[in-house]
């Protein structure tokens, strides 16, 4: 069982927006700005796309974005692309253990 | 540039140990926590726990308790990882990273399989 939840898959057509939520608790999510997103392709390294909650690494296209309520983290992925399909992983840092994941949402491109 | 190059795939027998070493350059070794993550065939990322390069200080997540080892050599800025008893349910790919609050390094993995 992961730290944090996520939901298994998520899904939109091209051009549309698909938000992914990541739920933790107030010992991780929800009490640090240390909220990470990676990007995962079959077989391929996870990408960070989103860290600090809200922020984009050079050369993440700015259609990647990131926020957060409380305990409940969330990537929006708007004007959806085809090169979008892949796994994300939420990630959070805890005051005990450091860095937690996810459990992973799938996004298709319909 | 940050590179974390890891050690080649291995095959192992159920109940034997592996060793997975992690080689960092391009950064100042013992300033970040090196995290071990594993990925089973088609689950998501699982955090092994982390080590701590400058003082060799471990926190080991608790499903792995008691068959994880990690440690350092800091004149070769290198990790390591040894996962003793091992199970089918080992086979995964297995990474090292540098995870801080404003990045994230990777090594490229290193796949072990258990195979009788």
């Known amino acids: 069982q992961s730290a944090l939840t996520q939901p298994p898959s998520a899904s939109g057509s091209p051009g549309q927006s698909v938000t992914i939520s990541c739920t933790g608790t107030?010992?991780?999510?929800?009490?640090?700005?240390?909220v990470s997103w990676y990007q995962q392709h079959p077989g391929k390294v996870p990408r960070l796309m989103i860290y600090?909650?809200?922020n984009r690494p050079s050369g993440v296209p700015d259609r990647f974005s990131g926020s957060k309520s409380g305990n409940t983290a969330s990537l929006t992925v708007s004007g959806l692309q085809a090169e979008d399909e892949a796994d994300y992983y939420c990630?959070?840092?805890?005051?005990?253990?450091?860095?937690?994941f996810g459990g992973g949402t799938k996004l298709t491109v319909l | 540039q940050v590179q974390l190059v890891q050690s080649g795939a291995e095959v192992r027998n159920p109940g034997a140990s592996v060793r997975v070493s992690c080689k960092a350059s391009?950064?100042?070794?013992?300033?970040?926590?090196m995290y071990w993550v594993r990925q089973a065939p088609g689950q998501g990322l699982e955090c092994m726990g982390r080590?701590?390069?400058?003082?060799?200080?471990?926190n080991y997540v608790q499903n792995f308790q008691g068959r994880v080892t990690m440690t350092r050599d800091t004149s070769i800025t290198t990790a390591y990882m040894e996962l003793s008893r091992l199970t089918y349910d080992d086979t995964a790919m297995y990474y090292c990273?540098?995870?801080?609050?404003?990045?994230?390094?990777w090594g490229q993995g290193t796949l072990v399989t258990v195979s009788s």
């Open positions: 990273a540098r995870l801080y609050s404003s990045g994230a390094d």
């Open positions: 391009g950064y100042t070794f013992t300033r970040d926590y």
């Open positions: 080590i701590n390069p400058d003082s060799g200080d471990t």
């Open positions: 107030s010992s991780d999510v929800g009490g640090y700005n240390y």
């Open positions: 600090e909650v809200s």
């Open positions: 990630s959070s840092f805890t005051n005990r253990k450091g860095w937690v």
